[in-house]
């Protein structure tokens, strides 16, 4: 007769019940049912105890109760590199799946058209906005997005919004490491194909180009400059421009890996080495760098994991929205790496 009440009190149990007996948020337990990263390892110890302890089976509609309703996130892209959207992508699935949130995708073809693709994505009733680049850099997207009040995450942008989340690596950082490293290698004529102009970050990796040369004593030579799109056409054109200079390059860094093989294949057409007669360098690490040959010395960019940090940004604002809490914007800078493979040599002498 006693153990009917008992197995009534079990089957009831909530996520609040864990989150009381953790001492710690629903909003933490529902993390650590669905596996995510940003938990402290003694929390998540704390939790998992009282889950233990308590006989808590977690189901989906358990794990809704942490977050209110449905989380529906709107993903707005319009980006050239097929490559780097791929990685996006993977992360942002990946991690809405894991925090049960409903990932809308929508694409911004039109020049020009950011304000209708917005208003489009808010009309549907999303909760909050993630801005991959170029988009990240959107005034227009901004203003709609502050009018109707939706909370955004701008990914991989120079200059982070202050009313709004951000993730990004340090640009000008990881430019000024890559030219670093080609000077060490003994290059002086190290040609620069610059990042389309709509995207802060491209900026900022043109100025740690510079300061690398300034560091070292080289002058910059202005016809060593030359604008791409980061698209792989771009990269063409901005190779053959490069090497059809009368003193050409010995090097060049193109600022994403699209255009670096471009380059690539620009040398090969002219019957150059790489990286025998011509170094060449790339950004992002994307699949694109392991894909051809030479494989591509590269920046990496974790693009999949900074997509994962945007989703976590957004839900945590977007569950603190809802619970009365007071918004906070955070900037995460994540670690970029130097990548060395095939493509980089010392000059020929």
């Known amino acids: 007769m006693e153990t009917k009440p008992a197995r009534r009190q079990r089957s009831a149990l909530t996520i609040h019940d864990v989150a ?39 189901n989906p509609a358990a794990r809704s109760l942490a977050g209110a309703d449905l989380i529906r996130i709107g993903l707005l892209y319009s980006n050239p590199s097929a490559a780097y959207l791929s990685e996006f992508l993977v992360g942002s699935l990946d ?18 058209g950011e304000k209708a693709a917005a208003e489009k994505l808010v009309a549907s009733g999303i909760d ?127 600022s994403n890996d699209d255009m670096a093989a471009a380059t690539v294949a620009v040398a090969h057409r002219r019957h150059l080495d790489v990286p025998g007669d011509l170094t060449v360098c790339g950004y992002d690490d994307t699949a694109l760098a392991t894909t051809i040959w030479p494989e591509l010395t590269t920046i990496r960019q974790p693009v999949a994991e900074m997509s994962r940090e945007a989703v976590n940004l957004l839900v945590d604002e977007i569950r603190s929205r809802r619970a009365g809490e007071t918004a906070k914007h955070p900037h995460a800078v994540l670690d970029f790496a130097l990548i060395r493979r095939e493509s980089d040599a010392p000059p020929k002498r």
């Not at 009381?20 to 650590?32: C, H, K, L």
């Not at 809405?96 to 809308?104: A, M």
């Not at 120079?158 to 670093?180: H, K, L, N």
């Not at 030579?221 to 490069?242: C, K, N, P």
């Open 20 to 58: 009381r007996y953790a001492g710690v948020s629903p909003m933490t337990v529902s993390r650590v049912i669905n596996g995510e990263k940003n938990v402290r390892d003694s929390t998540r110890e704390a939790v998992l105890a009282a889950i233990r302890d308590l006989n808590y089976q977690p």
């Open 128 to 254: 909050g906005l993630i801005l991959p680049p170029p988009l990240c850099d959107s005034e227009v997207i901004v203003r709609v997005l502050a009018a109707s009040k939706i909370p955004a995450v701008a990914v991989a942008t120079g200059r982070p919004p202050p009313d709004a989340s951000a993730v990004r690596i340090d640009d000008f950082e990881a430019a000024r490491a890559m030219t670093r490293h080609i000077l060490e290698l003994g290059h002086q004529r190290i040609g620069f194909i610059k990042g389309h102009p709509n995207q802060t970050a491209s900026g900022q990796r043109l100025e740690g180009y510079l300061a690398a040369l300034k560091e070292a004593g080289v002058r910059p030579d202005a016809a060593l400059i030359v604008q791409g799109y980061f698209t792989y056409r771009s990269g063409l054109e901005a190779a053959d421009r490069l090497l059809s200079l009368a003193e050409p390059p010995t090097a060049i860094f193109a």
């Open 95 to 112: 991690q809405s799946s894991r925090s049960n949130v409903q990932l809308i995708v929508e694409k911004c073809d039109v020049e020009g």
